[in-house]
């Protein structure tokens, strides 16, 4: 039953200099699911794969390791190596436009200025690709949005942004067993960040 099995993946940045950035969101957001679900990484395909049932579906989470501007490699790579079809993929990323916390799920667009998402659109050549969008707010004036997206969040950001993971795997769960559009109608709603 290969065919119906289903690709998620986070975007960011390998190495543990990079695991709490705020442009790691994705990473952890597949620790969560992993953990959530009993699964465990392993390198292939130039990304850390766990293999397993999420929800009761087949699932495969992946974290490329390939660095973010790059990371459409990894994911076409793992699409290829698992015969997914693009239907059946979910990208989890930051996003600076979406204020702290707030998620957003689409079924195509833009990369909106993330090199990340900007690369697997090239990289699979379609922008009809189902992402969830982990707002990750705006840096203060006069900080550079690259120094921003690679700092760690800060203390009161934290609190926030651990059920703001939850409730993205809760979303990934979601998508998974009913579909983008009921998981549409349940985490885009707008309601207070971490709510």
Do not use: C
């Not at 699911?33 to 699932?59: D, N, W």
């Not at 459409?72 to 990323?93: D, H, I, K, P, S």
């Not at 690709?129 to 700092?151: E, F, S």
């Amino acid at each position: 039953m290969e065919a119906e099995r289903y690709l998620v993946v986070g975007l960011g940045n390998p190495g543990p200099q990079y695991a709490h950035n705020r442009h790691n969101v994705g990473f952890q957001v597949m620790d969560v699911l992993a953990r959530r679900h009993g699964l465990a990484f392993k390198a292939r395909h130039r990304a850390l794969v766990a293999e397993g049932r999420i929800a009761g579906r087949p699932a495969v989470v992946a974290k490329p390791m390939t660095f973010m501007n790059v990371s459409g490699e990894a994911v076409a790579e793992l699409v290829r190596a698992y015969g997914v079809e693009l239907a059946r993929l979910l990208v989890v990323y930051d996003d600076m436009d979406l204020p702290l916390g707030r998620l957003r799920l689409r079924p195509r667009g833009g990369a909106g200025g993330h090199r990340g998402m900007a690369s697997v659109i090239r990289a699979l050549g379609t922008e009809v690709i189902a992402r969830l969008r982990v707002g990750i707010g705006r840096p203060p004036p006069h900080q550079d949005p690259a120094t921003y997206v690679l700092n760690d969040f800060s203390p009161q950001e934290k609190e926030v942004i651990a059920r703001v993971r939850q409730e993205a795997a809760d979303a990934v769960e979601v998508w998974l067993v009913e579909g983008l559009r009921p998981a549409m109608d349940r985490f885009n709603p707008d309601r207070p960040p971490g709510e």
